[in-house]
Every structure is written in C-alpha cells, then in structure tokens.
C-alpha cells in the first residue's frame, strides 16, 4: 500500500511562495506518476501539475503555467510544488497523488493513492 504525506502548506500573502513536498513510502516511488491536485471550498477536485515517472515530463492547469512548477526526487521519493506569485484565488486544499500505470496523466481518476491534502490559505 502506497502512502502518501503532504506538507508545506499555510497561510502567506498574496504575492508570495511557497513550496509543497509530498512524500511517499510503500512501492517503488521512481515509477509512478505523481500529480497535485487542489479542492477549494464549494469546487471540484482540479488539476494542479503532473510529473512522470523519470521527471521528464511535466503538465500543468493551463491557468497556473509559468507560477507554479512541479519537480521530484526519486532519491527522496518525494514530489514538489513550487508555488509563486500566490494569489487569493489559490487558496484550496493541496493533495499530492500517484499512479503506478501511466507515464503521466491529468485525470483524477487515473490516481490510484492520494494524500490527506495540506492547506493553502492566500491571504489579500
């Protein structure tokens, strides 16, 4: 069973960063696909950014390219959110996912193993 633990939210002020780390233990980590997701009060699940397996390919929300970036580690087995620019509208509970089947993919239900979510709060 794969496990997988978020950490490196909080509370900052528009304009600022932060970094989300994600990571995981119970399979072979450097042959999943890892993707975040966040859920904000009263909206669906949306996709963040998604990263293979080997880090060579990465996919994000149209809306977020250029301020966030998503990176890993296999050594660490941990999966990163570099967040800047954060804007109020950021605001949502972040939850990191894995996938042993694809080499990379933006559909939730594609995930097999998620998180229990870090909160974001972007403060105006």
């Known amino acids: 069973q794969v496990q997988l633990v978020e950490s490196g939210g909080g509370l900052v002020q528009a304009g600022g960063s932060l970094r989300l780390s994600c990571v995981a233990s119970g399979g072979t980590f450097s042959t999943f696909a890892m993707g975040w997701f966040r859920q904000a009060p009263g909206k669906e699940r949306e996709i963040v950014a998604a990263?293979?397996?080997?880090?060579?390919?990465?996919r994000y929300a149209e809306s977020l390219k250029g301020r966030f970036t998503i990176s890993r580690d296999n050594a660490k087995n941990t999966v990163y959110l570099q967040m800047n620019s954060l804007k109020p509208e950021d605001t949502a509970v972040y939850y990191c996912a894995a996938d042993r089947i694809s080499i990379i993919t933006t559909t939730a239900r594609d995930y097999e193993f998620w998180g229990q979510g870090t909160q974001v709060t972007v403060s105006s």
């Open positions: 990263i293979s397996w080997d880090g060579s390919r990465t």
